[in-house]
């Protein structure tokens, strides 16, 4: 699934090719994704310039001259320029010519993307919380928002309110460098630990989008699925195998529906 690091290289990756240029058409072959593309997108859209491309959260917000397009990846979308002449592949939904030539398709065999139009601001984005490398996500923030709460850390990290773009690989491996169980309370974690666990969220994604600059080539003119980024991963997607710092057995529990991977002698 692309998380955070993906969507932000995916940004990098076609902000050259689409930043500044006209929409000369844009075609729909498949407009039921998560949310309805809008049957009348191509012309409301085309002959607008986009001005300017963002990202938040795990959206991309492609601003044009009066509106602008949110589109998400879901669990298995990819953006990518191709070639002009580049055959459709099977589940390449979308795609938007520019005025420079380039071209470019939203390609999602899940369908649990979107492509959404708005010339106001879009719910998607009312309620989130802030993105984790800005200031304004920080240990003071978890601590004061986890008072009182018996919700486990993990499941309160990952948590869009709290904090945005922190998925299960992401929370694991800063949960293990923080030492701390992913099922501990997040009402029962000091400052000082929450500090830490801050500070190893905002490196393990900047170490992931680091990584993801040196993978741009994938997005941009890869063929095939897109390539996602071959992180060394301490501890998630291996459960039962041995600790990288303490070489006990790690350990596999489900929490919130979603499989987490632990060391029980390094995280407390
Ligand atoms: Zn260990």
């Not at 500070?199 to 996602?228: C, M, S, W």
Request: with cysteine.
């Amino acid at each position: 699934m692309p998380e955070l690091p993906e969507v932000e290289t995916t940004l990098r990756g076609i902000e050259p090719a689409i930043a500044g240029q006209v929409i000369n058409s844009i075609r729909v072959h498949q407009g039921s994704l998560r949310w309805p593309v809008n049957p009348n997108l191509a012309q409301l859209v085309e002959g607008q310039t986009v001005t300017h491309l963002s990202r938040r959260a795990k959206y991309l917000l492609m601003q044009l001259d009066q509106g602008s397009m949110l589109v998400h990846l879901g669990m298995s979308g990819s953006l990518r320029i191709v070639q002009p002449n580049e055959e459709l592949r099977k589940h390449d939904h979308i795609e938007m010519q520019m005025s420079n030539g380039s071209l470019l398709r939203f390609h999602d065999p899940r369908r649990f993307g979107c492509w959404l139009w708005s010339e106001g601001p879009h719910q998607q984005l009312a309620h989130l919380g802030p993105e984790p490398l800005s200031d304004d996500f920080n240990g003071q923030r978890l601590y004061q928002l986890s008072r009182r709460r018996k919700v486990a850390v993990k499941p309160f990290i990952m948590d869009n309110k709290i904090v945005v773009g922190v998925g299960n690989i992401y929370a694991s491996e800063a949960l293990f460098r923080s030492g701390i169980r992913p099922d501990r309370a997040s009402g029962n974690l000091s400052l000082r630990r929450y500090t830490e666990l801050a500070g190893h969220i905002k490196e393990v994604l900047a170490a992931a989008i680091v990584q993801g600059g040196t993978t741009l080539r994938d997005f941009v003119n890869g063929n095939g699925e897109p390539g996602y980024f071959q992180q060394t991963l301490a501890v998630y997607g291996r459960g039962d195998e041995p600790c990288i710092a303490c070489a006990g057995r790690l350990k596999e529990i489900k929490l919130g529906q979603r499989s987490s991977v632990f060391c029980p002698r390094c995280q407390r």
